[in-house]
């Protein structure tokens, strides 16, 4: 959805007739903290499609506008070892794919985003590099450190803040332990170069297999200093709640078995719906207002069970050849914005990195909160996945009558600027003596902020 749409839904209005219900009560407790240190929202960012396409450097400066707007703070991001490596210990640190490599380091070092770079592995024909087959060989450490020392010390990444071995390794690789032995090798490659006091390893990685995780914990807490799974999630488990249950659940196996986790962070690799999926290349209601609904209901309880990072599976369409996960289109259907930027955008935008995320109890089995402070400056962001409107009344610690910005999403539209950005509808005071009121639509999403 792109251009400006209002309706009249949106016209200001904080207060209550008298046949409308009371509101929901929520306390923000100081005490009550589900996150310290959050890392960000953000999105897979791939380069592997972009010469696919064709996208020129006019076309990728819309990219990258629409990346400076999110002020994207992490990005996951895609690297194969046969980009650079030309077998028998040769590389071209110049190919095509590192440029374009380059070309996306850049931009994410320039607004001082957080990238997880991936090698997404060595043992399927598609990703091989020269004379390489296995994950546990240790020639593929070798390969990984030696383009990792180009990357960060040669070039100056230092965005490149961790590393990831092998996207999905349960299905890219199969074998745990196979993929343990090639996690090791790196660990020690890593530590000979002194990448080790730059980079943090990050994994399992894992998507449908939780038992990756916890052997993770048991045997490789010594050598992974973030913890990092995928979730396809289902809105029968997302829209009662449920999806902050299974969050939760894995990071507390971490902290009750790694004596160290809560030094570590625990990010969501990758985050979409698994509902009306054809993986991996689409899902039907990318394109739909609920597919930004659902996702923004992820958001809130991803975090609220302790994620430090959330990264959307995908930035833009761009990114793989015919897929269609992306926050807009590829080039050949005009890169057009879809619904669900809205909503993703904001949160990348105005839940900063460096954010305490207060743990607020959900005032309904349909509604959701978030609340999220950087220093002085708050967001608040209310999902209502109801049929109804609903108000919440919200006490929250803080001093003054600050100008807060007010977003909202609705079914039935949402105001956006002339390149596509969220507007937002007015500011209101937030008076943080007595209870904020904040309505959402229904199937809606509202967001408060102060933040600049």
Same mark, same amino acid.
């Given at each position: 959805?792109?251009?400006?749409?209002?309706?009249?839904?949106?016209?200001?209005?904080?207060?209550?007739?008298?046949?409308?219900?009371?509101?929901?009560?929520v306390?923000?407790?100081?005490?009550?903290i589900?996150?310290?240190?959050?890392?960000?929202?953000?999105?897979?960012?791939?380069?592997?499609?972009?010469?696919?396409?064709?996208?020129t450097?006019?076309?990728?400066?819309?990219?990258?506008?629409?990346v400076?707007?999110?002020?994207?703070?992490?990005?996951?991001?895609?690297?194969?070892?046969?980009?650079?490596?030309?077998?028998?210990?040769?590389?071209?640190?110049?190919?095509?794919?590192?440029?374009?490599l380059?070309?996306?380091?850049d931009?994410?070092?320039?607004?001082?985003?957080?990238?997880?770079?991936?090698?997404?592995?060595?043992?399927?024909?598609?990703?091989?590099?020269?004379?390489?087959?296995?994950?546990?060989d240790?020639?593929?450490?070798?390969?990984?450190?030696?383009?990792?020392?180009?990357?960060?010390?040669?070039?100056?990444?230092?965005?490149?803040?961790?590393?990831?071995?092998?996207?999905?390794?349960?299905?890219?690789?199969?074998?745990?332990?196979?993929w343990?032995?090639?996690?090791?090798?790196?660990?020690?490659?890593?530590?000979q170069?002194?990448?080790?006091?730059?980079?943090?390893?990050?994994?399992?990685?894992?998507?449908?297999?939780?038992?990756?995780?916890?052997?993770?914990?048991?045997?490789?807490?010594?050598?992974?200093?973030?913890?990092?799974?995928?979730?396809?999630?289902?809105?029968?488990?997302?829209?009662?709640?449920?999806?902050?249950?299974?969050?939760?659940?894995?990071w507390?196996?971490?902290?009750?078995?790694?004596?160290?986790?809560?030094?570590?962070?625990?990010?969501?690799?990758?985050?979409?719906?698994?509902?009306?999926?054809?993986?991996?290349?689409?899902n039907?209601?990318?394109?739909?207002?609920?597919?930004?609904?659902?996702?923004?209901?992820?958001?809130?309880?991803?975090?609220?069970?302790?994620?430090h990072?959330?990264?959307?599976?995908?930035?833009?369409?761009?990114?793989?050849?015919?897929?269609?996960?992306?926050l807009?289109?590829?080039?050949?259907?005009?890169?057009?914005?879809?619904?669900?930027?809205?909503?993703?955008?904001?949160?990348a935008r105005? /839940?900063?990195? @460096?954010?305490?995320?207060?743990?607020? %109890?959900?005032? =309904? *089995?349909?509604?959701?909160?978030? &609340?999220a !402070?950087?220093?002085?400056?708050?967001?608040?962001?209310? /999902?209502?996945? @109801?049929?109804?409107?609903?108000?919440? %009344?919200?006490? =929250? *610690?803080?001093?003054?009558?600050? &100008?807060? !910005?007010?977003?909202?999403?609705?079914?039935?539209?949402?105001?956006?600027?002339?390149?596509?950005?969220?507007?937002?509808?007015?500011?209101?005071?937030?008076?943080?003596?007595?209870?904020?009121?904040?309505?959402?639509?229904?199937?809606?999403?509202?967001?408060?902020?102060?933040?600049?």
């Amino acid at each position: 959805m792109h251009g400006i749409l209002i309706w009249t839904a949106l016209a200001p209005a904080l207060t209550l007739s008298a046949t409308e219900p009371e509101p929901l009560p929520v306390t923000v407790a100081p005490e009550a903290i589900a996150v310290e240190g959050f890392i960000g929202y953000g999105a897979e960012w791939d380069p592997r499609g972009y010469d696919l396409y064709g996208v020129t450097d006019a076309e990728f400066a819309v990219v990258r506008e629409r990346v400076e707007w999110m002020r994207l703070p992490v990005a996951r991001m895609m690297m194969l070892a046969k980009w650079c490596y030309l077998g028998e210990g040769q590389y071209d640190w110049n190919t095509r794919e590192m440029q374009l490599l380059y070309r996306q380091l850049d931009v994410c070092q320039a607004l001082g985003s957080t990238v997880l770079l991936t090698d997404w592995g060595c043992e399927r024909e598609w990703v091989r590099p020269p004379g390489i087959e296995k994950t546990d060989d240790p020639r593929y450490a070798e390969v990984i450190a030696t383009y990792m020392d180009h990357l960060v010390n040669a070039k100056g990444y230092s965005c490149i803040r961790y590393f990831i071995l092998v996207n999905e390794p349960n299905y890219e690789i199969g074998d745990f332990e196979r993929w343990a032995g090639g996690l090791r090798n790196l660990a020690a490659a890593f530590s000979q170069r002194g990448l080790d006091k730059q980079l943090t390893i990050a994994g399992p990685d894992h998507s449908n297999a939780d038992d990756w995780l916890f052997k993770a914990v048991d045997q490789l807490k010594d050598v992974l200093g973030a913890f990092d799974v995928h979730r396809y999630a289902s809105d029968k488990d997302v829209a009662p709640g449920k999806l902050e249950d299974y969050f939760a659940n894995q990071w507390h196996y971490a902290r009750q078995n790694d004596p160290v986790a809560n030094g570590k962070k625990f990010i969501v690799g990758e985050a979409g719906m698994n509902d009306y999926a054809s993986h991996p290349a689409s899902n039907a209601k990318i394109g739909t207002h609920y597919y930004g609904e659902f996702m923004a209901d992820f958001a809130v309880q991803a975090v609220q069970a302790g994620s430090h990072a959330v990264c959307a599976w995908q930035l833009d369409d761009n990114s793989h050849l015919d897929f269609a996960w992306g926050l807009w289109s590829n080039k050949t259907q005009g890169m057009i914005l879809r619904p669900w930027f809205f909503p993703w955008a904001l949160l990348a935008r105005y /839940v900063p990195p @460096g954010a305490t995320i207060y743990r607020v %109890a959900d005032p =309904a *089995p349909w509604v959701r909160v978030l &609340a999220a !402070r950087k220093d002085s400056g708050w967001t608040f962001c209310l /999902v209502n996945r @109801g049929d109804d409107g609903v108000q919440i %009344a919200l006490s =929250a *610690p803080g001093e003054g009558t600050p &100008a807060a !910005r007010r977003y909202v999403y609705a079914p039935d539209g949402f105001l956006t600027g002339d390149k596509g950005f969220p507007q937002p509808v007015d500011e209101v005071g937030l008076d943080f003596s007595k209870p904020i009121l904040i309505d959402s639509p229904g199937h809606g999403v509202t967001l408060l902020t102060t933040m600049e």
